[in-house]
């Protein structure tokens, strides 16, 4: 009997020769990155440990725009940085001195050094501030029940002292966050939210204090203590929401290999990439990952470009084949002529698209972060209007003039508005977490609310990117075992898959000797002293099949294929199912052959799709859809898919996705099943929702609140209590969510 054996017939794709570099045709970034690496450019990155809102990206950008030789400037919110471009005489220095006039600490960054360690460190901050308000704040209002219960006389005052002594060391303590930002705003003329938080602080306390030394029958440290507990609240809640999201470009830059084998006069010697230079031969092994981009001079192999182009299957390389950094070399040895290493080569290219892809979203600003545009001047004047307002009423009573400026102050606190979107996302992210979304950032599900475009990559996403056997059945028992047994001498997934759909049927692999496997082809061995082979088509001697497969043959019989599919993603069908009844477009743009992109298309019922596109091309399809006003949500995995992940309006990838891929998107889909998706865009739709209903709410307390502070109808303390239900009513609101 003739048996015929391929272990995987990979559909071959041509490679253009002009460039290995994937993200070379992303113009105008390319255009721009190589403008930046001219001698007379320079690019500097700086952290802002205090930047936090809209207004601080504005003031930074401003005060760097007006500086001689800066050319432009970023400000990363999320990762509160700022990138600068500007002339190689512009040192880190200079920029550093302009923005300490403007009110912001700032430190050069060491890009080879960046971490996620003082993102941590200021979350711990927060949290032990927030933690030492709230113990405290617990212990004052129990002495202030005391007191409202009718304590008079030195029992009252004794109470007052000892609240004092617990309150003014948390309000120092607890409220430094506050004072820091708002002290570093005055000294060069700036009033930020900041301002009004601190001076709300200081006067609840100094007026608390004042009344306690003249046995005044009002003290107000409990609201002073309360205030500082729900403000820090609110912004740990926001640090949270920014904290997880980190860079991309970063995990791309980890990607890189530091240090590969050089042939020098047919030594092998180990060097670092920065010393490799264009023509150097160089020797990457199987298992390794291309550390530079260049063309196959010797040796023959298979190599995994998934994370590159998307391709579902390995590529055949041999001499004069075209690789790019990043690239998986799978079974045989090759020896490279370099092309370009370091940072000009494609995967360095990518982290460059990225970081630009990533700064430009960082320009969205929140509803939150646009209302403090207005509101902190509106709150500035209403407590000195009223300040000034009662002191010519009374004739000059300062000590009611105070109160009333300082109840004004306290009742018109932005701790509402802070809370406003911290606080319905974190109640949407736990609703989407319970159905297997995690949300990384904190305006993810604003903007997600707005998407009207869904764009899918196909492997890895759509799809399991794990390929399954179709026609076992179709072939003789002996034909199987022999492909079983030569299937389960390789590592190539098609061989993979193969092997296990043989074991799961029950078929015990034939006997086979001399197993040897070619690299870039497939198996061979002796079969009952006959030769047999599994792999490639023209290994075979076969025609290639329309779907992919991997072939067996002995002897000269005619080879047999055994064909493949990939397993689709659970919920994949429900999820274009339900994005499709919500109105959205969907689009389906992957890097694999057009049979396989076609065949899931029309499974799925998608039309509007495209085959072989290469990163830059995915990312530029991005663009040119937001371009054309639509709100673009990308759905990816890959290495292929971080810059259009990163320039999408909101993106989601599988936690299977890689590092890059998942540090690029907004949120992370934690299990295999997709029908997540279509809940999360109709739950940020509920989220907007709430925000705009917690903007009301904040709306109305301010309309009833403020006249009865103006008009001295409410203590400092009836201030404080007042803005927490307010606090509380839009927490609660939020909670509705869940």
């Given at each position: 009997m003739t048996a015929t054996l391929e272990p995987k017939a990979f559909e071959d794709v041509e490679y253009a020769s002009v460039s290995a570099c994937p993200a070379c045709a992303a113009a105008p970034s390319a255009a721009r990155i190589a403008q930046l690496s001219m001698p007379d450019h320079a690019r500097l990155m700086l952290s802002l440990p205090a930047a936090h809102c809209a207004a601080c990206i504005s003031t930074v950008e401003q005060a760097l725009a007006a500086t001689p030789g800066v050319q432009s400037s970023r400000v990363n919110l999320t990762l509160k940085r700022v990138s600068v471009d500007a002339d190689a005489a512009v040192t880190a220095d200079q920029l550093i001195s302009v923005l300490a006039g403007v009110?912001?600490?700032?430190?050069?960054l060491d890009a080879g050094l960046l971490s996620a360690t003082e993102t941590d460190r200021q979350g711990r901050e927060l949290l032990m501030r927030l933690g030492v308000a709230f113990f405290s704040m617990m212990n004052v209002m129990l002495l202030s029940v005391a007191v409202w219960s009718g304590a008079e006389g030195i029992t009252r005052d004794l109470f007052h002292w000892i609240s004092g002594a617990i309150a003014i060391p948390t309000v120092l303590f607890s409220g430094q966050p506050f004072f820091k930002s708002a002290w570093a705003g005055v000294k060069v003329g700036r009033l930020g939210m900041d301002f009004p938080i601190s001076l709300a602080l200081v006067l609840a306390s100094g007026i608390s204090i004042f009344e306690t030394w003249n046995s005044g029958v009002h003290?107000?440290?409990?609201?002073?203590?309360?205030?500082?507990?729900?403000?820090?609240?609110?912004?740990?809640?926001?640090?949270?929401?920014?904290?997880?999201a980190r860079s991309a470009a970063e995990e791309l830059a980890a990607l890189e290999v530091p240090r590969t084998v050089v042939l020098v006069d047919g030594a092998e010697v180990t060097r670092a990439i920065s010393e490799i230079a264009v023509g150097d031969l160089v020797l990457v092994r199987p298992g390794g990952r291309m550390p530079v981009d260049g063309v196959v001079v010797d040796g023959t192999s298979e190599v995994d470009r998934s994370l590159l182009t998307g391709e579902s299957l390995p590529v055949f390389a041999g001499p004069d084949m075209v690789v790019s950094a990043g690239e998986v070399n799978l079974t045989g040895p090759l020896t490279l002529r370099v092309t370009a290493a370091g940072k000009d080569s494609s995967l360095h290219r990518m982290a460059d698209l990225v970081a630009v892809a990533e700064s430009a979203k960082t320009k969205y600003t929140t509803l939150a972060e646009r209302a403090a545009s207005w509101y902190s001047?509106?709150?500035?004047?209403?407590?000195?209007?009223?300040?000034?307002?009662?002191?010519?009423?009374?004739g000059g009573d300062l000590r009611y003039a105070v109160n009333i400026s300082a109840a004004t102050l306290i009742i018109t606190c932005p701790c509402a508005l802070g809370l406003a979107v911290p606080a319905v996302v974190t109640s949407a992210s736990g609703r989407l977490f319970r159905k297997g979304l995690l949300i990384k950032h904190g305006t993810a599900l604003e903007r997600l609310a707005q998407v009207d475009t869904v764009v899918f990559d196909k492997t890895g996403t759509l799809t399991m990117g794990a390929p399954e056997v179709t026609n076992l059945a179709d072939h003789p028992r002996a034909a199987v075992e022999v492909a079983a047994a030569l299937a389960s001498a390789s590592s190539h997934p098609l061989a993979i898959a193969l092997a296990d759909a043989s074991r799961k049927a029950g078929i015990q692999p034939a006997q086979v000797d001399a197993l040897r496997e070619v690299p870039g082809y497939g198996v061979e061995g002796l079969w009952?002293?006959?030769?047999?082979?599994?792999?490639?088509?023209?290994?075979?001697?076969?025609?290639?099949?329309?779907?992919?497969?991997?072939?067996?043959?002995?002897?000269?019989?005619?080879?047999?294929?055994?064909?493949?599919t990939d397993r689709l993603r659970p919920g994949a069908e429900a999820a274009i199912a339900e994005l499709i009844a919500q109105g959205k477009t969907i689009r389906l743009i992957s890097g694999d052959t057009e049979g396989a992109v076609a065949a899931l298309a029309n499974r799925l019922g998608i039309t509007d799709w495209a085959s072989g596109a290469l990163p830059a091309e995915k990312a530029a399809l991005v663009r040119d859809l937001t371009l054309q006003g639509r709100h673009v949500l990308m759905v990816g995995d890959g290495l292929n898919d971080t810059a259009a992940l990163a320039a999408a309006h909101v993106s989601i990838s599988p936690a299977s996705a890689l590092d890059a891929a998942r540090a690029a998107s907004d949120i992370v889909l934690l299990g295999q099943d997709m029908a997540a998706i279509g809940d999360a865009t109709r739950i940020s739709g509920q989220t907007k929702r709430r925000i705009l209903q917690n903007f009301g709410l904040s709306a109305l307390y301010n309309v009833i609140a403020v006249p009865l502070a103006l008009t001295g109808f409410a203590t400092p303390l009836a201030a404080a209590l007042a803005m927490s239900l307010s606090s509380i009513t839009v927490s609660l609101n939020s909670l509705r969510l869940k």
């Amino acid at each position: 009997m003739t048996a015929t054996l391929e272990p995987k017939a990979f559909e071959d794709v041509e490679y253009a020769s002009v460039s290995a570099c994937p993200a070379c045709a992303a113009a105008p970034s390319a255009a721009r990155i190589a403008q930046l690496s001219m001698p007379d450019h320079a690019r500097l990155m700086l952290s802002l440990p205090a930047a936090h809102c809209a207004a601080c990206i504005s003031t930074v950008e401003q005060a760097l725009a007006a500086t001689p030789g800066v050319q432009s400037s970023r400000v990363n919110l999320t990762l509160k940085r700022v990138s600068v471009d500007a002339d190689a005489a512009v040192t880190a220095d200079q920029l550093i001195s302009v923005l300490a006039g403007v009110g912001y600490e700032a430190h050069e960054l060491d890009a080879g050094l960046l971490s996620a360690t003082e993102t941590d460190r200021q979350g711990r901050e927060l949290l032990m501030r927030l933690g030492v308000a709230f113990f405290s704040m617990m212990n004052v209002m129990l002495l202030s029940v005391a007191v409202w219960s009718g304590a008079e006389g030195i029992t009252r005052d004794l109470f007052h002292w000892i609240s004092g002594a617990i309150a003014i060391p948390t309000v120092l303590f607890s409220g430094q966050p506050f004072f820091k930002s708002a002290w570093a705003g005055v000294k060069v003329g700036r009033l930020g939210m900041d301002f009004p938080i601190s001076l709300a602080l200081v006067l609840a306390s100094g007026i608390s204090i004042f009344e306690t030394w003249n046995s005044g029958v009002h003290a107000y440290f409990d609201a002073a203590v309360m205030l500082c507990f729900f403000l820090l609240l609110g912004r740990y809640l926001d640090h949270r929401t920014r904290a997880v999201a980190r860079s991309a470009a970063e995990e791309l830059a980890a990607l890189e290999v530091p240090r590969t084998v050089v042939l020098v006069d047919g030594a092998e010697v180990t060097r670092a990439i920065s010393e490799i230079a264009v023509g150097d031969l160089v020797l990457v092994r199987p298992g390794g990952r291309m550390p530079v981009d260049g063309v196959v001079v010797d040796g023959t192999s298979e190599v995994d470009r998934s994370l590159l182009t998307g391709e579902s299957l390995p590529v055949f390389a041999g001499p004069d084949m075209v690789v790019s950094a990043g690239e998986v070399n799978l079974t045989g040895p090759l020896t490279l002529r370099v092309t370009a290493a370091g940072k000009d080569s494609s995967l360095h290219r990518m982290a460059d698209l990225v970081a630009v892809a990533e700064s430009a979203k960082t320009k969205y600003t929140t509803l939150a972060e646009r209302a403090a545009s207005w509101y902190s001047p509106i709150v500035h004047l209403l407590s000195f209007g009223a300040f000034g307002f009662w002191m010519w009423k009374t004739g000059g009573d300062l000590r009611y003039a105070v109160n009333i400026s300082a109840a004004t102050l306290i009742i018109t606190c932005p701790c509402a508005l802070g809370l406003a979107v911290p606080a319905v996302v974190t109640s949407a992210s736990g609703r989407l977490f319970r159905k297997g979304l995690l949300i990384k950032h904190g305006t993810a599900l604003e903007r997600l609310a707005q998407v009207d475009t869904v764009v899918f990559d196909k492997t890895g996403t759509l799809t399991m990117g794990a390929p399954e056997v179709t026609n076992l059945a179709d072939h003789p028992r002996a034909a199987v075992e022999v492909a079983a047994a030569l299937a389960s001498a390789s590592s190539h997934p098609l061989a993979i898959a193969l092997a296990d759909a043989s074991r799961k049927a029950g078929i015990q692999p034939a006997q086979v000797d001399a197993l040897r496997e070619v690299p870039g082809y497939g198996v061979e061995g002796l079969w009952r002293g006959q030769a047999v082979r599994l792999g490639r088509a023209s290994w075979c001697d076969a025609d290639e099949a329309a779907m992919t497969a991997t072939y067996l043959c002995a002897g000269e019989g005619s080879a047999r294929a055994f064909t493949f599919t990939d397993r689709l993603r659970p919920g994949a069908e429900a999820a274009i199912a339900e994005l499709i009844a919500q109105g959205k477009t969907i689009r389906l743009i992957s890097g694999d052959t057009e049979g396989a992109v076609a065949a899931l298309a029309n499974r799925l019922g998608i039309t509007d799709w495209a085959s072989g596109a290469l990163p830059a091309e995915k990312a530029a399809l991005v663009r040119d859809l937001t371009l054309q006003g639509r709100h673009v949500l990308m759905v990816g995995d890959g290495l292929n898919d971080t810059a259009a992940l990163a320039a999408a309006h909101v993106s989601i990838s599988p936690a299977s996705a890689l590092d890059a891929a998942r540090a690029a998107s907004d949120i992370v889909l934690l299990g295999q099943d997709m029908a997540a998706i279509g809940d999360a865009t109709r739950i940020s739709g509920q989220t907007k929702r709430r925000i705009l209903q917690n903007f009301g709410l904040s709306a109305l307390y301010n309309v009833i609140a403020v006249p009865l502070a103006l008009t001295g109808f409410a203590t400092p303390l009836a201030a404080a209590l007042a803005m927490s239900l307010s606090s509380i009513t839009v927490s609660l609101n939020s909670l509705r969510l869940k």
